[in-house]
């Protein structure tokens, strides 16, 4: 079932301008890159740099009532060159054996935008690295569903039996970069899960058969910029895209294998203003163990 991407034409690497990005709500954003070091001074409630350690705030900390990003990884980032031990990540690969583990992973990963880390080599210095970050909209209603469907086409294709399934976005970050320009660390631009069902003949998953990855399709936004301006265009727009979901009903009420129709008529207030009626603290989820790894923190600041 792996999804063949259209190559669009590669966009250069200007900034979008304020203009435009003011014009755009944030339910036109599917994927988008801006450098590491930006992402960090726009949202320092959302990341911070402690020691040698990169922090995102967990499910339980205060940070999680106002939203923030699911970060993706495995336990180590390198920021232009310099490496952080990254904490309260989840895992880019996770085991699960049960439908409770399954559903909670579901939630989860679709409760916040995905953020993934990437290195780039330029053309104008391949000695050296960039650190990008690339923003999954998970509430954009075409990245969602390519997301909702894929795990619930596995479920009705295997029925009972053992799988693996990755969603993979490598190939929407290579088009997006300039020829010349070289993505590093492309693997880690994709997250896999498989779900181990206690079947006493589970051939397809003994011999590989039951491997399937979705090529996650979708137009990326340039939010990298040096213009006061435009930064803070983008800061307000980061906000909005992270901001806490409210939801309106749960996938535990919903059917195991089918496509949840309703599950993103309460995503979006087209506006990046600051809004009140989202400003309700999101009900925390308790993720299983397996998914969410995090580190003790020191508590010097750099």
Not at 142 to 147: E, T
Not at 184 to 200: I, P, Q, T
Request: include cysteine; aromatic fraction near 12%; charged fraction near 25%.
């Amino acid at each position: 079932m792996a999804g063949v991407a259209c190559a669009p034409a590669r966009p250069s690497l200007t900034s979008i301008s304020s203009g435009e990005l003011r014009s755009l709500w944030t339910c036109d954003c599917e994927l988008a890159l801006l450098p590491l070091a930006q992402l960090l001074r726009l949202q320092p409630g959302a990341f911070q740099l402690r020691g040698d350690q990169l922090v995102v705030p967990g499910p339980g900390g205060p940070g999680a009532a106002r939203g923030g990003f699911n970060v993706f990884g495995d336990g180590r980032v390198r920021l232009d060159g310099q490496p952080y031990r990254l904490s309260s990540y989840i895992k880019r690969y996770v085991e699960l054996t049960n439908y409770c583990d399954y559903k909670d992973y579901r939630e989860t990963i679709l409760s916040k935008p995905m953020l993934f880390f990437v290195n780039v080599q330029t053309k104008k210095d391949t000695s050296k690295e960039r650190t990008y970050a690339f923003l999954v909209n998970t509430r954009h209603p075409k990245i969602r569903r390519q997301i909702e469907h894929g795990m619930d086409m596995v479920i009705s294709s295997v029925i009972g039996e053992s799988y693996r399934l990755q969603f993979d976005f490598q190939e929407a970050v290579q088009n997006f970069f300039p020829p010349g320009n070289k993505v590093v660390n492309g693997e880690h631009l994709s997250f896999a899960y498989e779900f181990k069902a206690d079947a006493l003949f589970d051939f397809f998953y003994w011999f590989g058969l039951s491997n399937s990855t979705v090529k996650v399709e979708g137009k990326v936004l340039n939010l990298s910029s040096t213009s006061p301006e435009k930064k803070e265009t983008i800061k307000l727009f980061l906000e909005k895209m992270s901001e806490p979901l409210i939801r309106r009903s749960s996938f535990s009420d919903r059917k195991f294998s089918v496509t949840s129709r309703g599950s993103i008529d309460d995503v979006f207030n087209c506006s990046l203003s600051p809004r009140s009626s989202l400003t309700e603290v999101l009900l925390a989820e308790l993720p299983f163990p397996s998914v969410l790894e995090s580190e003790e923190t020191p508590n010097q600041f750099i």
